[in-house]
């Protein structure tokens, strides 16, 4: 089910979910601002629901 997202999304998820990063902690590593990385972690979790 998680390989029918993007791979980036997929890595949002994992990371939040898996190894319980929070949205600032990823937003550091990637270098952009945590309000992007909660929009594409509900984005990812609205294509996961139509996936279902």
């Known amino acids: 089910m998680m ?3 993007p ?3 997929y890595d949002l998820v ?3 979910y898996w190894l319980g990063m929070s949205s600032l902690e ?3 590593l990637q270098g ?3 309000s ?3 929009s594409k972690i509900k984005k990812a ?3 996961l629901q139509k996936t279902m």
């Open 32 to 34: 952009i601002p945590a």
């Open 36 to 38: 992007t990385i909660r």
């Open 14 to 16: 994992y990371k939040t």
């Open 7 to 9: 791979e980036d999304l």
């Open 45 to 47: 979790l609205v294509l």
């Open 3 to 5: 390989t029918a997202l």
């Open 26 to 28: 990823i937003a550091h």
